[in-house]
């Protein structure tokens, strides 16, 4: 099983890090998960914070941008971006926001 989170983060500089730092080590026990970090219209820092989580580990951080802001835009980019891996029937999609409001709940109910 992988775990693919799609991460919406609009204005988030000041917590995107740690949330990189924790999908990090929480999906290194799912091998070949991924994380797509989403941008969706941020005026400070968030993009290049989210590109250099993709520059550090390409393997598993992917960065992508939308010059709008909101949830709805960010998901939807991200979903069009995960059209190009190749998911199974044993893969979880999963969509959060930077601040991981929701923790690993949906993991820790597998």
Not at 37 to 43: D, E, Q
Not at 45 to 67: C, G, M, W
Not at 69 to 81: M, S
Request: hydrophobic share 40%; aromatic share 10%.
């Amino acid at each position: 099983m992988r775990a693919f989170y799609i991460v919406a983060a609009h204005n988030e500089e000041q917590i995107v890090d740690k949330a990189c730092e924790r999908l990090e080590r929480r999906l290194s026990a799912f091998h070949g998960s991924r994380v797509l970090l989403v941008n969706n219209g941020s005026t400070d820092l968030t993009q290049s914070k989210i590109e250099n989580a993709a520059k550090r580990n390409p393997d598993f951080f992917s960065a992508y941008s939308h010059s709008r802001k909101g949830q709805g835009i960010a998901f939807r980019l991200g979903l069009q971006n995960l059209k190009n891996q190749e998911l199974s029937s044993d893969d979880w999609v999963a969509l959060a926001a930077a601040d991981l409001p929701f923790d690993f709940s949906d993991l820790d109910s597998l």
